[in-house]
């Protein structure tokens, strides 16, 4: 069965450090893989997009790599800030246009 | 980029009862779609509003428990019909400009069904 697995701990880090973030999925061939940020009681806002032939995305302070043998995504935030707290949610985009979300990474920056 | 509206923000319902969410866009856009998400899980795709026509669902969940209407290219709303305790969860509208491209979500519906 098709299944999207991110980190199952919530990732509690210190401010200026780097967290990394895993994706994982079984049973998917995405195009693009994407990643969203999440904030209570709020919906997803877009961060980033990566295409299948691409390993390595940047935008400011985050990055992420794309390994489609691994099958897997990584998402880094540097130099982290506590106003980088949230939940974030990778999502595998297929051809059908159809965003498929794994569960969500909450991260928490302690100053 | 697409701003959406959805209301209302949070309900509190009665068993039994249904409860009409809506999602309104700025801008014309192709395609909307209509996400679950319960607590500490991921957004569950509902289904697919197409303009025009009926709703495509996805496995598990029924146009009678479900209905969607949209009726244009910036307007769609979501029905939970004979709700249940555990139709509590938020209901979240988004909307995409095509397959490579980001996703935009209204802030949600908290429904709470006692």
């Known amino acids: 069965s098709q299944k999207i697995e991110q980190n199952s701990e919530a990732l509690n880090i210190q401010e200026g450090k780097t967290a990394t973030l895993t994706c994982n999925y079984t049973?998917?061939?995405?195009?693009?893989l994407q990643w969203y940020r999440q904030d209570p009681g709020r919906g997803p806002v877009f961060l980033l997009l990566?295409?299948?032939?691409?390993k390595e995305k940047r935008k400011e302070r985050l990055k992420v790599t794309f390994d489609t043998t691994l099958k897997q995504s990584l998402f880094h935030i540097t130099a982290s800030q506590p106003a980088d707290s949230a939940t974030y949610l990778c999502?595998?985009?297929?051809?059908?246009?159809?965003?498929?979300f794994g569960a969500g990474t909450t991260v928490t920056v302690r100053a | 980029s697409a701003v959406i509206s959805q209301k209302p923000s949070r309900d509190i319902c009665q068993r039994g009862t249904s409860l009409t969410i809506q999602c309104q866009v700025d801008?014309?856009?192709?395609?909307m779609f209509w996400y679950r998400q319960q607590p500490g899980q991921s957004l569950t795709l509902i289904a697919t509003?197409?303009?025009?026509?009926?709703?495509?669902?996805e496995s598990g969940f029924v146009i009678d428990k479900f209905p969607i209407s949209r009726p244009n290219l910036t307007f769609s709303t979501l029905t939970v019909s004979n709700m249940s305790p555990e139709d509590s969860s938020i209901y979240l509208c988004?909307?995409?400009?095509?397959?490579?491209?980001?996703?935009?979500f209204g802030q949600g519906t908290r429904l709470t069904v006692v």
């Open positions: 049973n998917y061939s995405p195009a693009y």
């Open positions: 999502a595998l985009d297929t051809n059908d246009y159809k965003l498929s």
């Open positions: 801008s014309q856009v192709t395609m």
């Open positions: 988004s909307v995409r400009m095509g397959v490579g491209t980001e996703a935009f």
């Open positions: 509003a197409n303009q025009g026509s009926e709703a495509t669902y």
């Open positions: 990566i295409r299948e032939n691409e």
